[in-house]
């Protein structure tokens, strides 16, 4: 991967016009003939050069810092400023801007800074020695200067001045090399740490990790912005934000004999292009910088700021998301992918006119503060055959719901967690589906009951739904639902199981127990 990138490198070709008037310049020397002067003044000029390329060379932005955008070009030069090109969008999957190195290894491929090599040292006596061998060849051209002797003393002050600004710009250079030394050693240090705290599971760790991967593979400057990432560990599913910017702010050009605007029609499918292959970009580098088998699934939402067209109001929310298997992500092959074919195989939903967004509804959203998860137990190792659910603890009715659901999801990366003490936010298990199509995340109560559930229980579940923004609930029972629980579900995302129906799924999965309602009243009664 290129270490840092010019516009050359994103298909805009700039004229170098910097060496065309060096060689003008020298042209014009020769033009002159032999120059008694030439040994300092072209030493003087080389330290000018070199004092120039000093000063341009940018800071040492190391491993966990972004590369310094281009500089502008000088007035009067093309302007590459709030634009792209065609080039520029189809760099965003090549195979050179995902190339290596991916998750640990980038903690051991600093960037270097190249500094300019001083020029060659050239004291005054050899310059001296220079003036007097040229007139000794050249005497007639000693009638051109008043004397030998003004000409050795002005070649002498002369070298005197370039031997003063040859020691300072060497003091310079080393005081630069040396910090840059210091820099390094120190980030090394914070590297070994790091890559340390990321193989034991350090959450934040993984996090400076996946945020220094997306740094490091750089795209053109108006496409660097912000990003998160967050882990999941209870689901092993990592998701990543991406900021994408407002492409009514962009300039879409195309080269021809000028540079100019592309047609709306072309401009709006560049930028949906753009947006889509952002999102596989960043899903890439995010499965290939696992550091340690930490997480299986990708999700990437694209966050977006914009401008209401019709009130000019501001506007945000989320205009992409897609989510994947992290080993599906990892086959992919940059360089060869269509930005909007993989976008659909991967499962990808989007804006439709991203020139006139409309926030969609993301695949995945982390609650990563949610506490209430608690330790899985396995309930049907020590539950006798024909056991009556109905009179078994609640505690362990709410993990065995949890185990029908992984058995029945079981070959399709479902992950199922039972939450901590979950009568305070009425939810009793959490599923997180990875599939890109049915996927999400759903929420189980389970009610171990000897009675009719009462309709006030599926409206809970409902809210419940709405509350930890869920794509459905399960509502699983050992007794059963009146009519009004079965009108109010019909039309909402809920699922209602009752008693019979729960005992065929546990069949369907080797589990042979029974329900009786009336025994379970018997014993409750009894204590």
């Known amino acids: 991967m290129p270490a840092l990138l010019s516009y050359r490198d994103f298909g805009v070709q700039v004229f170098d016009f910097k060496n065309a008037l060096r060689a003008l310049h020298t042209l014009s020397a020769m033009a002159y003939g032999n120059d008694p002067y030439r040994s300092v003044t072209t030493f003087r000029d080389a330290l000018s050069d070199f004092e120039r390329s000093l000063q341009a060379v940018p800071e040492y932005r190391g491993i966990f810092q972004a590369p310094l955008p281009p500089e502008k070009e000088p007035a009067g030069y093309f302007q590459a400023e709030n634009f792209l090109v065609l080039p520029q969008v189809e760099w965003v999957l090549s195979a050179d801007a995902l190339c290596p190195p991916h998750g640990l290894d980038v903690l051991t491929t600093?960037?270097?800074?190249?500094?300019?090599?001083?020029?060659?040292?050239?004291?005054?006596?050899?310059?001296?020695?220079?003036?007097?061998?040229?007139?000794?060849?050249?005497?007639?051209?000693?009638?051109?200067?008043?004397?030998?002797?003004?000409?050795?003393?002005?070649?002498?002050?002369?070298?005197?001045?370039?031997?003063?600004?040859?020691?300072?710009?060497?003091?310079?250079?080393?005081?630069?090399?040396?910090?840059?030394?210091?820099?390094?050693?120190?980030?090394?240090?914070?590297?070994?740490?790091?890559?340390?705290?990321?193989?034991?599971?350090?959450?934040?760790?993984?996090?400076?990790?996946?945020?220094?991967?997306?740094?490091?593979?750089?795209?053109?400057?108006?496409?660097?912005?912000?990003?998160?990432?967050?882990?999941?560990?209870?689901?092993?599913?990592?998701l990543c934000t991406i900021e994408v910017p407002d492409p009514a702010q962009l300039r879409f050009l195309k080269e021809g004999a000028t540079w100019h605007p592309v047609s709306e029609t072309a401009k709006k499918r560049m930028a949906a292009t753009l947006l889509r292959a952002l999102c596989i970009r960043a899903a890439y580098l995010v499965a290939m910088s696992d550091p340690g088998d930490f997480f299986d699934t990708v999700a990437v939402n694209a966050h977006q700021e914009w401008f209401d067209p019709a009130t000019g109001e501001p506007r945000e929310g989320l205009v992409a998301s897609l989510q994947a298997m992290k080993n599906e992500l990892r086959r992919l092959h940059p360089g060869h992918l269509d930005p909007d074919a993989c976008f659909r195989h991967l499962g990808g939903i989007a804006t439709p006119n991203i020139l006139n967004a409309a926030p969609v509804r993301p695949i995945f959203v982390m609650n990563t503060d949610d506490k209430r998860i608690v330790a899985n137990r396995d309930i049907t190792a020590q539950l006798p055959e024909e056991a009556n659910l109905a009179a078994m603890p609640w505690e362990d009715f709410e993990h065995l719901v949890r185990q029908l659901f992984e058995w029945m999801f079981t070959s399709e990366g479902v992950e199922v967690k039972v939450t901590r003490a979950s009568r305070d936010r009425g939810v009793d298990a959490i599923v997180f589906d990875p599939d890109p199509i049915r996927g999400g995340k759903y929420v189980i109560q389970a009610k171990r009951y000897t009675r009719t559930v009462d309709v006030a229980a599926v409206r809970d579940l409902y809210g419940t739904v709405v509350n930890e923004g869920a794509n459905r609930g399960i509502l699983v029972t050992t007794s059963s639902y009146g009519p009004d629980s079965y009108d109010f579900a019909k039309d909402k995302p809920i699922s209602l199981i009752d008693g019979p129906n729960l005992l065929v799924l546990l069949r369907k999965h080797g589990r042979a127990y029974r329900i009786d309602l009336e025994e379970a009243r018997r014993l409750d009664a009894q204590t």
């Open 110 to 238: 600093s960037r270097p800074t190249i500094l300019p090599e001083l020029p060659a040292w050239r004291n005054p006596t050899a310059a001296v020695n220079s003036v007097r061998n040229h007139f000794q060849q050249h005497p007639k051209e000693l009638a051109m200067h008043s004397s030998l002797t003004s000409v050795i003393e002005t070649v002498r002050r002369m070298a005197e001045e370039n031997q003063k600004r040859y020691e300072k710009m060497r003091s310079e250079i080393e005081a630069k090399r040396e910090a840059i030394a210091v820099k390094i050693r120190r980030e090394e240090q914070e590297c070994y740490e790091l890559a340390l705290r990321c193989k034991a599971g350090d959450g934040n760790a993984i996090r400076t990790l996946m945020l220094t991967t997306l740094i490091r593979h750089p795209l053109p400057p108006v496409l660097m912005q912000e990003s998160d990432f967050s882990l999941d560990t209870v689901s092993r599913i990592a």
